[in-house]
């Protein structure tokens, strides 16, 4: 089974607007990422945030962190059409070298 | 820098054939991993290459063969192509230190199998 999973599935707002993603997890780990991933292409990495971090910003971009309900979340501030896309977050287990991903939340800005 | 390339881009197969998805990176890194990536399941892992000589099995691993050739290229092999191999198959990289493990992908390759 996934060790994350997503929620929305699927997400449309207008442009402007604010765009919430969350992601919980099943067990221990080393750190949360999220990617972004444009239609037909490849995942593009975003952010990461570490077990012992709560809040993480980079530009538009707010990731929380909750390790005791083994969750997190994404904000996107300010979205942009050019936000369109699907979003991915994966986990680093503690131990473990690889990570494993969310199913994801597909993102769609209307102008 | 071109980062992670895959190829090919496409590939129509039919239930039996063989063939080899190729994956090369030129960022020095010393992992790299394939991932199938089907509708509603997001990406699941196959194998995986911690360093140069070494291959371990991911989450998915039936049906598919792997081959570290050197530390920039990395291929995967479908010896006999079944219908539920059908899926878009991405290669990343990473550097492979251990923690904070931030993974580089490459474009993809969309595979049918019919």
């Known amino acids: 089974s996934q060790q994350g999973e997503e929620d929305p599935q699927a997400l449309s707002i207008q442009e402007g607007e604010n765009a919430t993603m969350n992601c919980s997890y099943k067990?221990?780990?080393?750190?949360l990422q999220w990617y972004r991933q444009n239609s037909g292409r490849g995942l593009v990495h975003l952010i990461l945030?570490?077990?012992?971090?709560r809040e993480k910003h980079s530009g538009r971009l707010r990731v929380t962190l909750d390790t005791s309900k083994k969750s997190s979340s994404l904000l996107i501030t300010a979205s942009r059409a050019a936000d369109t896309a699907s979003y991915f977050c994966a986990t680093q287990i503690q131990g473990a070298q690889k990570l494993v991903f969310g199913q994801g939340t597909r993102l769609t800005i209307n102008p | 820098n071109a980062g992670v390339t895959q190829t090919p881009k496409f590939q129509v197969l039919k239930t039996g054939q063989s063939m080899t998805l190729q994956c090369a990176q030129d960022?020095?890194?010393?992992?790299m991993y394939w991932y199938r990536q089907d509708p509603g399941m997001g990406l699941r892992l196959i194998y995986y290459?911690?360093?140069?000589?070494?291959?371990d099995k991911g989450e998915v691993p039936n049906g598919y063969n792997v081959s570290r050739l050197n530390k920039r290229e990395f291929s995967l092999r479908l010896e006999s192509a079944a219908p539920s191999q059908t899926s878009v198959y991405f290669c990343?990289?990473?550097?492979?230190?251990?923690?904070?493990?931030?993974?580089?992908f490459g474009s993809g390759t969309q595979l049918s199998v019919l």
């Open positions: 945030i570490r077990s012992n971090e």
């Open positions: 960022m020095n890194h010393n992992s």
């Open positions: 290459s911690a360093s140069e000589g070494t291959t």
């Open positions: 990343a990289s990473s550097d492979g230190q251990g923690l904070d493990e931030k993974l580089f």
């Open positions: 067990t221990s780990i080393n750190n």
